[in-house]
């Protein structure tokens, strides 16, 4: 009897193989609402889209239209809304690909443009990415693919990678793609890069007769325009797998009474990441590096912010806390951005390849001003090794390479010891990254990049070309837009010479979700006052969450979202 | 207007701080169903426990008998099961503390019991854990202070800690504790450890009238007995937390295609965890110590293992992977930890100190025998250097303090250049403990522990003393039982002399969960056929499954549970 039972079960778990565990099963049946200009009797229906009075356009916008006269001309920097039609185009070939990291919708939006396009049209998957569309290595995605993909996490179906492409052989190998398979659209699921890429190619392929279409992708958040684009996919459901772990470990803090946790969360450019977490689980301490930036804070400025916590907690009996420290923070800090600088000038010099470590010290103290001296004198021997390491096939040692958590944390220890040699600290790291980037999609990310797909499906249908496909009205039913990528386009100067770019959207020190944060983030220090958001949930009371800042700066009275009926 | 519906949404969320958030405050209203014995008209009822035939006995018997005479006397090592009773104990006062390190749902076992003794009956909280215990530390538990920790993570409602209470000053503390809030009863929540110490303490207070009850805790997974304990509570939920993560991280990796993650969970004597995740994800290679130790594997054996994956993957195209390791699997490498032990009589040695770090690994290298040699000199410079660094205070080096993660990258990064120079091998490491301690429970978790409190309560006030709460038939409605604790301790040689404890459940190699793994492990390796379970759902089609390895060592005809009606 136990033998049959057992023989049961064990043939029960080898069918939950290759992404069929009883959870991945039951997301692919989740209801999917769409907006109303994209239903039709309970179907589809592809709409149309009408040229608005709504005009983008970003700084240098002169330079951005030379750069790209072809797709200016053609959209007039003019938003696009979607309306109703009856005649759906037929025999259209579109392909899609996926470019930059992985973030959780991306299935769900080959899903909404394979279904927009019907059975009447024709949509290729590309390969891993932008290189894949160079190569040509297209597959055509039949209307039963998508059933399988639904609503699960990853970008394995396609794959991508971070290939540019730029030069004019580059657009030739495209064009070639696009002749070879006959193709109407192109559309690109990617972050501000990959969508300032889109632009490039559409413009170079605009008198070929494909057109390229964004949809705006990144974990980070930081590709954001205003009302347009509320948020960009994949961040909302990494931000609750982080504020879940981050409430755990917060959870766990109190009960094991002795640990100071210093958490690192993916965010490079932007701390869009760590604001979130920080609304959604109240930590003692959070780095926002914009902040860093803009009051021009000093790394022992920021270290004394992190001591003064753990010693005034301590002074409370509670000698335990979070850290949360965005990624990227580091490098929005000066002084260590001319030391790093310094250091790369240093090891470039004749005499130093033969000095030992402990001469290489010496000497680079030496060679820095009284103020430099101080800030690498008293940084921990591990960093200042790091930073008087041999260089290198890559070159020089950039400030991103700089362990942050590790120096706040040997840093924090010694200022906590200086003030108060009796607080007990033991501090614990983690890195929170990968883990966010492949979940399965929130209800919020499931339904807003189907939707996403529809819109750029239909979009490629109709041959335009030169547009972020959009979402927006998130909150009352959503509407189905289309925004100009010129219009987003500006110069920026970085070393090397000037860049057109799509501007990373940053946290506003006045925008409402910094300045909630703001307005707590003393109380959230002084004691225990965390929450714990849990893992989550897509069935249930719960799940209808977008993130607290995005509701916040769009000024919504809840945090729920109304995509559909 | 947008600054009202701002103003709106600030209140909202700052009505969330202190742990209600939605996701708190709707798991509070999750139904918890109940074993019939504990159940009349709707309300709870509290059962009487019977004498069953089954003796539970460990090997040494004799032995045990003489450490614990009166609680041996008194259980008879035999089983109790509880039965309907029209008569509920009333006037009893009872304590419960945590013991050791968190666990999903310890907040539900002392929700079990406050409601189990009902009005007529007082409960007590012990704060901070035995320490707390010996100071006399306690709280009264009102009926109502249950309501806002039902169903959340970790211990803080209590809080922990990990004192030992063993001499005879400890005991004497205890029972001044117990003489001044007039105890009846005590209830140790904790793991194998607490248990014994728990049966020390029983033994003790015999004669004081007080009675001790234990609660089987560890995430661990390493307190089971057969059918009578399935699992030690919060093992689900910390698996079920990691399998979520390291499924997370596995879709993560066909879809960048670069990276091999290699990832350390936590279960430092067994490996359970690291079992169970394998199980709900299928990675490429898992790492399961009983096995190694088993085999009597060599470091360069499992290394091989490792390597010849990610070899033949290449092969195949895939140049990713996960590997799984359990926290303190080069414990169980026999060489390791003669090197180790090496290593700290070489480091006590009297011309060590003054010799540089070069120096030092030139001596060890010639003290060592030829095959120990081999392996040190095979080494990564970063393990060699942690082997002859200057002993602190804390004395010799331990095994557990190898950096086992690092040392497997570096070592597999070396063989697979020497099988194959040209196969892509890009390593990232992770460590997932404390995440997994606290997370909300899952259903099983929450369910499970309000159960076994019902239980641990009942017994405390009808004045059971040595036993530890279970309940067991967790497939078809649920028994509360009490397990006879002198009936699990055996005597086990260690160095410094003999220690009685409840012996530790390790993966048994002939265990249907381990045959099970063994038989797929191979497909998992070749190609990816991994899974993500995804975040555990507390609503919904889901939610209702217990740990794969434990349905399968019980025999059971699927993951279901059924505890109540």
Redesign the interface.
């Known amino acids: 009897m136990?033998?049959t039972?057992?023989k049961?079960?064990?043939d029960?778990?080898?069918l939950?193989?290759?992404?069929?565990?009883?959870?991945?099963c039951?997301?692919r049946g989740i209801e999917l609402p769409v907006i109303a200009e994209f239903e039709h009797d309970g179907g589809l229906s592809c709409p149309d889209f009408e040229i608005t009075n709504r005009v983008v356009e970003a700084d240098g916008a002169d330079l951005t239209r030379d750069a790209f006269p072809n797709i200016s001309r053609l959209t007039g920097n003019q938003v696009l809304t979607a309306v109703r039609s009856d005649v759906a185009p037929i025999g259209k070939r579109v392909a899609v690909l996926?470019s930059g990291?992985?973030a959780a919708g991306g299935h769900n939006v080959v899903a909404g443009i394979r279904r927009i396009l019907g059975a009447g049209n024709t949509l290729f998957g590309v390969k891993?990415g932008p290189l894949g569309l160079m190569k040509g290595d297209c597959f055509e995605i039949g209307l039963s693919d998508v059933d399988a993909i639904l609503n699960?996490?990853?970008?394995?179906f396609l794959?991508?990678?971070r290939t540019k492409i730029k030069t004019a052989d580059d657009m030739a190998r495209v064009l070639a793609t696009v002749q070879k398979f006959k193709l109407d659209g192109i559309i690109v699921v990617g972050g501000d890069d990959s969508n300032t890429n889109a632009a490039f190619i559409a413009d170079f392929l605009a008198p070929h007769g494909c057109g390229v279409i964004g949809v705006p992708k990144t974990i980070d958040g930081d590709l954001q325009v205003g009302d347009l684009v509320p948020i960009s996919f994949g961040f909302d459901t990494a931000t609750k797998?982080y504020s879940?772990?981050v409430?755990?470990?917060l959870?766990?803090t109190?009960?094991?009474?002795k640990?100071w946790?210093f958490i690192k969360l993916m965010g490079r450019s932007a701390s869009h990441v760590a604001l979130e977490v920080a609304?959604?689980t109240?930590p003692a301490v959070t780095l926002i590096s914009e902040e860093i930036a803009d009051k021009k804070l000093s790394l022992s400025q920021v270290v004394e912010q992190i001591a003064s916590a753990v010693v005034s907690r301590a002074a409370n009996g509670i000698n335990h806390g979070v850290v949360l420290i965005p990624e990227g923070v580091i490098e929005f800090i000066p002084e260590i951005k001319a030391l790093v600088r310094a250091s790369n000038e240093f090891m470039a010099g004749d005499d130093v390849a033969t000095a030992s470590m402990a001469g290489r010290v010496e000497m680079f103290g030496k060679s820095l001003n009284s103020e430099m001296k101080t800030l690498f004198t008293g940084l921990p021997e591990s960093i200042q090794t790091k930073l008087l390491m041999d260089r290198d096939s890559h070159g020089n040692l950039q400030v991103s390479q700089i362990p942050s958590e590790e120096l706040f944390i040997e840093l924090t220890e010694k200022r906590v010891a200086e003030l108060d040699p009796g607080v007990k600290f033991a501090p614990?790291n983690?890195f929170f990254g990968?883990?966010?980037?492949?979940?399965?999609p929130t209800r919020f990310d499931a339904v807003y990049t189907y939707n996403l797909g529809l819109v750029a499906g239909a979009l490629a249908v109709r041959g335009k070309s030169g547009y972020m496909a959009g979402v927006t009205a998130i909150g009352s039913g959503g509407k189905g837009i289309a925004i100009p990528l010129a219009g987003l386009i500006t110069t920026e100067r970085r070393s090397g010479g000037d860049h057109m770019v799509i501007k990373k959207a940053l946290v506003e020190l006045d925008s409402?979700a910094f300045k909630?944060f703001e307005s707590?983030r003393e109380?959230?220090a002084r004691s225990?006052?965390?929450?714990?958001?849990?893992?989550?949930?897509?069935?249930?009371?719960?799940g209808n969450?977008v993130p607290?800042t995005v509701?916040?700066n769009l000024?919504?009275?809840?945090?729920s979202f109304l995509i559909g009926k």
């Open positions: 136990t033998m039972n057992e049961a079960l064990v029960q778990l080898i939950f193989e290759s992404h069929q565990s009883p959870f991945e039951a997301i996926f990291g992985p891993a699960t996490g990853g970008f394995d794959g991508s990678d797998i879940e772990i409430g755990n470990i959870q766990d109190p009960s094991s009474r640990y946790h609304l959604q109240h614990l983690h990968y883990e966010g980037r492949c979940g399965a409402p909630f707590r109380a959230w225990d006052v965390f929450s714990s958001p849990g893992p989550r949930q897509l069935w249930g009371p719960l969450q607290m509701a916040l000024g919504s009275e809840s945090l």
